[in-house]
C-alpha cells in the first residue's frame, strides 16, 4: 500500500534555531516528491520537489534531502523565522497515476521568539 | 502566478441542508480536484476532473457529487450535509501534461455542520 508518514507530528523551536523533519514514503513506482508549506487556515504551496535522481535542494533557508534508496526524504529549515510556523507536508507522486499524490498528514511546526 | 480561488472561507450549515463549494481557477488548467482534510490524516481526494463535464470519483466521493459545467469552475456538492462532513475543503488545479503532477492549491474552505 502506498504511504507517506511523517516525523515528528509536531515541534517547537525557538526563533534563530535550525530543525529537521523527515519523511518516509512506501510509494511504488516512484515518480517525484515535494514538500509544501501550508499556513494556519490557507491552502498547501510548493516549497521543493524532487525526482528519482536529485538528492538536495534548496529553496532559501529550506533545504530538501531525498535518499530513494532507503525511500527517506527529510526537510532542514536553517536559522528560523517567525514565519516559518506552519505545517509541512510531504508529498510524493507515483509513476503509475499521473494524477494522484499520496499526502502526509504533516509536521506542525511552532516557532517561538 | 496560478491563482485557485474558492468561494467561501469559513461556512456553517446546518444537518440535511444541501451545500455548494465553488472553485474558480485563471490559469486555463484542465484539471481539476477537491480534497478534504482532516486533523492527523493526509488530505483525501473526493472528486477530480479531467475536462469540462468530465469527472472521475476519487478515495472518499460517498456523499458527495461535482460539477464541471466551464473550464474554469469546479463545483462540490454536499447533498445532505451531515455532521462527519465537518471538515476543511481544498481545490486544487493542474495543468495536463505536467510532468511532475504539480497540483495548485486554492486556500480552502472550512466547513462546520451542526
Known amino acids: 500500500k502506498n504511504q507517506v508518514e511523517q516525523s515528528p507530528q509536531s515541534l517547537i523551536i525557538l526563533e534563530g534555531k535550525n530543525c529537521t523533519l523527515q519523511c518516509n514514503y512506501t510509494v511504488s513506482p516512484f515518480s517525484n516528491l515535494r514538500w509544501y508549506k501550508q499556513d494556519t487556515g490557507r491552502g498547501p504551496v510548493s516549497l521543493t520537489i524532487?525526482?528519482?535522481?536529485?538528492n538536495t535542494k534548496s529553496n532559501g533557508r529550506y533545504t530538501a534531502t531525498l535518499d530513494a534508496d532507503t525511500k527517506q526524504s527529510s526537510l532542514h529549515i536553517t536559522a528560523s523565522q517567525l514565519s516559518d510556523s506552519a505545517s509541512y507536508i510531504c508529498?510524493?507522486?507515483?509513476?503509475?497515476?499521473?494524477?494522484?499524490?499520496?499526502f502526509g498528514s504533516g509536521t506542525r511546526l511552532l516557532v517561538r521568539p | 502566478d496560478v491563482k485557485v480561488t474558492q468561494s467561501s472561507r469559513y461556512l456553517v450549515k446546518r444537518t440535511g441542508e444541501k451545500v455548494f463549494l465553488e472553485c474558480v481557477q485563471d490559469?486555463?488548467?484542465?484539471?481539476m480536484f477537491w480534497y478534504r482534510q482532516d486533523p492527523g490524516l493526509g488530505l483525501r481526494l473526493i472528486y477530480f476532473?479531467?475536462?469540462?463535464?468530465?469527472?472521475e470519483k476519487g478515495d472518499i466521493p460517498e456523499g458527495y457529487s461535482v460539477s464541471r459545467e466551464k473550464k474554469e469552475r469546479f463545483s462540490l456538492i454536499l447533498e445532505s450535509a451531515s455532521t462527519n462532513q465537518t471538515s476543511m475543503y481544498l481545490c486544487?488545479?493542474?495543468?495536463?501534461?505536467?510532468?511532475?503532477?504539480?497540483?495548485?492549491f486554492g486556500p480552502g474552505t472550512r466547513l462546520t455542520v451542526l
Open positions: 508529498v510524493v507522486s507515483a509513476k503509475d497515476s499521473s494524477y494522484k499524490l499520496i
Open positions: 490559469m486555463d488548467h484542465e484539471n
Open positions: 486544487a488545479s493542474r495543468i495536463q501534461s505536467s510532468s511532475y503532477n504539480e497540483q495548485f
Open positions: 476532473s479531467y475536462d469540462v463535464k468530465m469527472k
Open positions: 524532487m525526482t528519482f535522481s536529485e
